[in-house]
């Protein structure tokens, strides 16, 4: 009886950090092996490619390589703000982004409300369809559509749907993709109609969660559809909205380059010349200022990730969980 009580009182064995890891690893070690291929891609593509943040703070020469150029400070940082093209893309890319933000994320939410909303279950899976169909092409079959859709008419050629349209009601044709104070809106509803169908998808996940108890309560109390829309359903897909909120605000000087690239040309770049194309023109695209381009896109990821925070500080102001 002594003994045992000794051996009672005895307090536990702690465990270290590093036992307790192993512990985990020898538990969970098949998990862990799914997560390695996605970890060593992610170390290798994301942060082994790091180092060449460095050409924005050096002369870059391809004999000496990116580790043996000369440092020249934040002289390619001076360079980029004094360059009126880089003003006017970065202008470009912040008014695009915010069209897309205002009218393509608020279009998003309520697409997937008014859909949740359709009881008929074939009608609403042709209409998931239709809707979700547009996000599998890629941009180049999706550009070539539009081209096709707002085509100018020639001499030997009726044009596009739109100008036919616009022709048979008596009106005179336009160049849609030649105007420069309409293709910022070409570019906010086509990105509208190929990405509604990747948010609603989230925010159908974020529905199915829904009690329908809460649903049925609120017919007992004699509540009608619209209320249990703006009441029921919307509260509840809140965290989710927000989160994408975020993510949206994440590119917020940040554009994508495959719908700029595939739908403008010299006669728009006043208003559609993006900070992705002017990047890839000044580099890869047949000019060499790596080191520009470097400078560049690391200002702009860096304001984006502020973005983030403030955005993120902002939700949770609001008692909804962000992403941190």
Known sequence: ???RSITAARPPRHVGKWERFLIYMRKYWFIYLLVLPGLICMIVFNYGTMYGIQLAFKDYSPRLGVWGSPWVGFTHFQEMIQDPSFIRAFQNTVIINVYK??????????LALFINEIKRKKVKSVVQTCVYLPYFLSWVIFAGLIQVFLEYPSASDLGGVVNQVIQSLGGQPVDFLKEPSMFRGI???SNIIKTAGYSSIVYFAAMAGISPTLYESAAIDGANRKDMMFHITLPRILPSVAIMLILELSGLFASNFDQVYNLYSNYVLSTGDVLSTYIYRIS???GTEYELSTAMN???NLGGLIVVLIANKFVEKLDVQGIF
């Open 187 to 189: 570019l906010t509803i």
């Open 284 to 286: 890869l695209g047949g």
């Open 101 to 110: 933000i205002a009218f393509g994320f608020t279009f998003n939410v309520f």
């Open 1 to 3: 009886m002594i003994g």
């Open 298 to 300: 690391l200002v702009l």
